[in-house]
């Protein structure tokens, strides 16, 4: 005889199925979509996925456990949208490091304007490499992005004209280091090559030329297909994702952070770049962190901006299915 699961409960999984699917959209390093989502009955659990190929630009899992906040950040914003609140658990289980978070005690407390917002957001959000245009981000604009990732409990520090030079010149450092490393050539390679697969960075979204910009970009070793205006990104603000400790659970708020200020951004018409190859050497990463008077860890550098209107912005990046990220078995079990 089988047992009909009372319709509250095929709500919540369903709400929870839902909100894992939502954060499929978010952001992620190479755009490798390192998260995995169990549903079950009235849980749901986030766990990351170790990939080898990222081994040489990644290989504490430092951006990959960013990448998985940043898709914690998504669904739990999903899950406010559609009226639902829960108690978020950081690294539960010392025995399972990949288990990354598990949200609990969900309850239905009434949908929040603000996330519906954030939710439309997330539909329009991209990385844009264009130079931005000369026009600077409005100062409350600016403090308000700050606060959102304040309000996930990591630091947005936005860098002054000095620092933004010392930034600029580690960044040039750590491409000089990424170039001579083949295993770190040989990475990006293949996450530039990975059309069809929803994964990886598409020609598209890659500058077809090296954008004019104070802080250099990541040059991935092969041109895009994305036009670039010939002006140079002189307006653009930089700033630093950092926080005091250096841990798993810091790397995952930061993501939290990210995706926050992001998606503020967003809403209030900034384009947000994230430069992640300075942090990805471990020179440079000191220098970073020395920009910082010492103060904390860096995890992410950032470019903010006005995007220049007169060209076409790239497209989105390609997105994994919702049964290679979302696993609903246990549900399913539950309702047969």
């Given at each position: 005889m089988?047992?009909?699961t009372?319709?509250t409960?095929?709500?919540?999984?369903?709400?929870?199925?839902?909100a894992?699917a939502?954060?499929?959209?978010?952001?992620?390093?190479?755009?490798?979509q390192?998260w995995?989502?169990?549903?079950?009955?009235?849980?749901?659990?986030?766990r990351m996925?170790?990939d080898?190929r990222?081994?040489?630009?990644?290989?504490?899992n430092?951006?990959v456990?960013?990448?998985?906040g940043a898709?914690?950040h998504?669904?739990?914003v999903?899950?406010?949208?559609?009226g639902?609140?829960?108690?978020v658990?950081?690294?539960?289980?010392p025995?399972q490091?990949?288990?990354?978070?598990?949200?609990?005690?969900?309850r239905?407390a009434?949908?929040?304007?603000?996330a519906?917002?954030?939710?439309?957001c997330?539909?329009v959000?991209?990385?844009?490499?264009?130079p931005?245009?000369e026009?600077p981000?409005p100062?409350p604009?600016?403090d308000?992005?700050?606060?959102?990732?304040?309000?996930?409990?990591v630091r947005?520090?936005?860098l002054h004209?000095?620092?933004v030079?010392e930034l600029a010149?580690?960044a040039?450092?750590?491409?000089a280091?990424s170039?001579e490393?083949p295993?770190?050539r040989?990475e990006l390679?293949?996450?530039?090559s990975r059309?069809g697969?929803?994964?990886?960075?598409?020609?598209?979204?890659?500058?077809e030329q090296?954008?004019?910009?104070?802080?250099p970009?990541?040059?991935?070793?092969r041109?895009?297909?994305?036009p670039?205006s010939s002006?140079?990104?002189r307006a653009?603000?930089?700033?630093?994702?950092?926080?005091?400790?250096d841990?798993p659970?810091?790397?995952?708020?930061?993501?939290?952070?990210?995706?926050a200020a992001?998606?503020?951004?967003t809403?209030?018409?900034?384009?947000?770049v994230?430069?992640?190859?300075?942090?990805?050497?471990?020179?440079?990463r000191?220098?970073?962190?020395?920009?910082?008077a010492?103060?904390?860890y860096p995890y992410?550098?950032?470019?903010?901006?006005l995007a220049?209107?007169?060209?076409?912005?790239?497209p989105?990046?390609?997105?994994l299915?919702t049964?290679?990220?979302?696993?609903?078995?246990?549900?399913?079990?539950?309702?047969a």
């Open positions: 089988s047992h009909e009372p319709a409960d095929q709500a919540l999984t369903t709400a929870l199925a839902k894992a939502t954060s499929g959209r978010a952001p992620s390093v190479h755009n490798t390192p995995r989502w169990k549903v079950l009955p009235d849980a749901l659990e986030l996925v170790r080898p990222l081994a040489a630009t990644d290989p504490e430092r951006l456990t960013l990448s998985c898709a914690l998504h669904a739990r999903a899950l406010a949208a559609e639902w609140t829960a108690q658990r950081r690294l539960p289980d025995e490091p990949e288990l990354l978070a598990r949200l609990t005690d969900v239905h009434g949908a929040d304007p603000d519906m917002r954030l939710v439309q997330m539909q959000r991209r990385t844009d490499r264009r931005v245009r026009e981000v100062g604009a600016l308000e992005i700050v606060r959102a990732a304040d309000a996930e409990g947005l520090q936005i004209r000095d620092q030079m010149a580690a040039a450092q750590a491409a280091v170039a490393d295993e770190l040989e390679e293949y996450w530039t059309a697969t929803g994964t990886g960075l598409p020609p598209e979204v890659l500058p090296a954008p004019q910009t104070t802080v970009g990541r040059d991935f070793g041109p895009g297909t994305l670039i002006g140079h990104d653009a603000v930089y700033g630093i994702v950092w926080d005091t400790e841990e659970e810091n790397w995952l708020r930061a993501g939290e952070g990210l995706s992001w998606l503020a951004a809403r209030l018409g900034v384009s947000m994230p430069l992640s190859g300075v942090v990805e050497v471990e020179g440079t000191l220098t970073v962190r020395r920009i910082l010492g103060l904390g992410l550098a950032l470019r903010l901006g220049d209107p007169a060209h076409a912005g790239p989105h990046t390609p997105r299915a049964e290679e990220i979302v696993d609903t078995s246990a549900v399913r079990a539950g309702h």
